[in-house]
């Protein structure tokens, strides 16, 4: 009938003790099958994928509701009555059915149940208690998970300490047998093991497909009725245009395949009907991702390959896990000693390729617990699969940075584990560009026999890729080729140079030097260097202040975007960079000079739009201020480099009394850049590259007025 849920076919007989006592459904299946009596009677299930009860009715006619009877129960269907015949005609003997129930506290409950909620044991076991696992049970496997720090961290003493003994690595080791991946899931018995190469497997046909092969054409017509309305829908599953043709494979054709997921049986049948009764075509070991399309209620329609030929099959719907995951691109590190890449998402799927811990591989999510994979085997892309707990995903934004090899020597490796081959070594004190990869390590680009690789160094060993900037404060200051007075002279700089330096020890910096265009580690006393400088840079207005608005631009919005593009510049050429505000937050005027002299800053820049008529950039600083002469080499250097830098109307260096300038204890300009409500200004400062180079030209403006004030 149309509504049925579950009704499978396969009788189990069984013969009823003569005046048996009262007891619990399992002692009293457990005795029938011990004794004969003419009187049997069978196994059902009442399952609703909906509803936690099931309605018991006085009556056939299902009108006076009884009792409630708990999802999955275990009812008996007494063979001796009327309404009961055999099981295949059972859907021809109305929609109720006749059941005894024995409910906890040992009564028999009598009544009529709906026929949709009926399924026979065999059939309730097959897709119940022998497990149809989830894909999380699918999945997981028993692994001894190796997070990054475990994977690199390193002794920093000696080099050599890197190949000492690792317990944590020798866990990952001992994991590789994978014995837990092998198991078969809980209720799986050996016949149902199908051998990881056979995908494509020949078809073995049970007893009752045999014995249905031999009925005549009527009979199997009538069986396709039966088998698909018994199989929790009504004959309509079935599509019209099969008839008799639907006993042989389907191969008229084909299926637009528009779902995608997880065979979870072992095996996963594919059949020639809609029906759990209708012959086997093709199986698939657990966890095969295959693809297919909607059907009906219950089952999938699916294209294979049967004995050379394209045909149609059918698959339940609780036999796959259909993946709805939005495939996203990552790129990660292997995690295991020896990292498995799976033909399908289960642990007990065919090993296809191995990668050894610290692999950087790229790879595209797939499932809650799977990542997808394409690798080359024997020659061909293959797609496989890996665990998410196998890989570390790489979310860190690269950065470029100037670094130094301080190991001697500094290894540079294939993977990103101390355990990963060695590709190169650099020398002590080599100078090098490497880009951030994880927390613990960098990516650097080396030429290996004239061809650029990529390989990985510990952070631990490389210096502090942090550049700080000082000025040369000798008439000639020297660069010597080691941290000795004593040693030989690489280079030297004129007074007032800006130099940038990594710290090396008390008395001396490291810096890295061009010598015939080639680049050198050389070392300056600390003495002939003064100290980097600290820059306070304050974005104008903020908060429930928005400044100057017009043509859909706020003066607040702007400022602190273009003075954090300045504090990026400042930043990497060494500067200390304090900001006023970071964020959007009010900031008054006092708290802003407070600010920097409270930190001592050597300079303040502030950064606003002007509005009011005009077009361009123009710098403003205070002849009355604190320090007059220097804040005027401060302004023209602002103004000079802005103007090169963005090529607009030169408006030059005004003279004003604003707080800024007149509370600070520092020499400080405010600059004004363009004009908010001109439309050719407001368009400029719409662009990012404009604000990019306007930034570039202020901070371009800083380096210089330090060059020109020592």
Do not use: C
């Amino acid at each position: 009938m149309s509504f049925r849920k579950f009704l499978i076919g396969l009788v189990i007989p069984m013969l009823l003790l003569v005046n048996l006592a009262p007891a619990t459904h399992l002692a009293f299946a457990e005795s029938i099958n011990e004794h004969s009596n003419e009187d049997a009677i069978q196994i059902y299930y009442v399952v609703s994928e909906k509803d936690e009860t099931i309605p018991i009715y006085e009556d056939q006619n299902g009108t006076q509701e009884i009792s409630m009877l708990p999802n999955h129960s275990v009812i008996e269907l007494p063979n001796n009555n009327d309404e009961m015949v055999e099981d295949e005609d059972l859907s021809d003997q109305g929609d109720y059915a006749f059941i005894q129930f024995e409910d906890e506290n040992e009564e028999i409950i009598e009544g009529y149940v709906h026929k949709e909620y009926l399924l026979n044991e065999d059939d309730y076991l097959e897709i119940y208690e022998q497990g149809v696992p989830d894909e999380d049970a699918t999945e997981d496997s028993e692994d001894i998970p190796l997070d990054e720090d475990a994977t690199e961290d390193i002794p920093t003493d000696e080099e050599s300490s890197e190949e000492q003994f690792d317990p944590s690595v020798e866990e990952e080791k001992n994991d590789t047998n994978e014995d837990d991946e092998t198991e078969l899931p809980e209720g799986e018995n050996e016949q149902e093991k199908i051998d990881d190469s056979g995908i494509e497997n020949a078809i073995e046909e049970n007893d009752k497909d045999s014995a249905e092969d031999k009925q005549d054409e009527s009979d199997e017509e009538t069986t396709i009725e039966s088998d698909v309305s018994e199989d929790e829908q009504s004959t309509n599953e079935t599509p019209k245009a099969q008839t008799m043709q639907s006993m042989s494979v389907e191969t008229f054709g084909t299926v637009k395949s528009s779902l995608r997921g997880v065979a979870k049986k072992s095996p996963t049948n594919i059949r020639q009907t809609a029906s759990t009764k209708s012959k086997i075509i093709k199986q698939y070991p657990l966890g095969s991702v295959i693809k297919y399309a909607p059907h009906s209620e219950h089952w999938y329609r699916i294209q294979v390959e049967v004995n050379g030929k394209s045909s149609i099959g059918y698959i339940h719907k609780k036999h796959v896990t259909t993946v709805t995951t939005v495939p996203k691109n990552y790129k990660g590190i292997a995690k295991k000693a020896t990292t498995n890449v799976r033909l399908g998402a289960s642990t007990k799927s065919k090993i296809i390729k191995q990668f050894p811990i610290g692999t950087v591989i790229h790879y595209k999510s797939f499932s809650k617990n799977w990542n997808e994979i394409v690798v080359n085997v024997n020659g061909k892309d293959t797609t496989g699969y890996i665990h998410k707990k196998h890989v570390t995903n790489i979310n860190t934004t690269p950065v470029n940075q100037k670094a130094f090899a301080i190991k001697s020597p500094t290894n540079v490796r294939v993977g990103v584990s101390t355990k990963s081959k060695v590709l190169t070594k650099l020398s002590l004190n080599q100078a090098i560009d490497v880009t951030t990869f994880s927390k613990n390590w960098v990516e650097i680009k080396v030429n290996i026999n004239g061809t650029v690789q990529t390989g990985y160094i510990h952070k631990k060993h490389i210096g502090n890729s942090m550049l700080y900037s000082g000025v040369a404060a000798k008439p000639i200051t020297n660069v010597r080729t080691a941290s000795s007075t004593k040693s030989e002279v690489l280079t030297t700089f004129a007074k007032g140079t800006v130099i940038k330096y990594f710290n090396h020890n008390a008395n001396w910096y490291r810096v890295i030097v061009k010598i015939n265009g080639k680049e050198q580690t050389g070392y300056v006393h600390k003495k002939h260097l003064n100290e980097r400088r600290t820059v306070v840079l304050d974005a104008g207005h903020g908060g429930y202040d928005p400044g100057a608005s017009s043509n859909d631009l706020e003066e607040k919005k702007l400022t602190l975007e273009i003075t954090k593009y300045v504090q990026n510049h400042l930043v990497a050429d060494g500067y200390n960079v304090l900001m006023t505000r970071s964020d959007d937050r009010y900031v008054s005027l006092k708290d802003r000079t407070d600010f920097a002299n409270r930190n001592n800053a050597d300079i303040m820049v502030s950064i606003h739009i002007n509005s009011g008529g005009g077009t361009g950039i123009e710098t403003w600083k205070y002849n009355g201020g604190p320090y007059p002469a220097s804040s005027a080499i401060l302004a023209t250097q602002l103004q000079k480099n802005m103007i090169n830098s963005t090529r607009v109307n030169d408006r030059g260096v005004q003279d004003k009394n604003l707080h800024i300038n007149r509370e600070s204890k520092m020499p400080s300009s405010l600059v004004e850049i363009g004009f908010i409500d001109h439309p050719l200004d407001a368009s400029l400062l719409k662009q990012n590259l404009f604000k990019k180079n306007a930034a570039k030209g202020i901070a371009n403006g800083i380096n210089a007025y330090f060059l020109n004030t020592q």
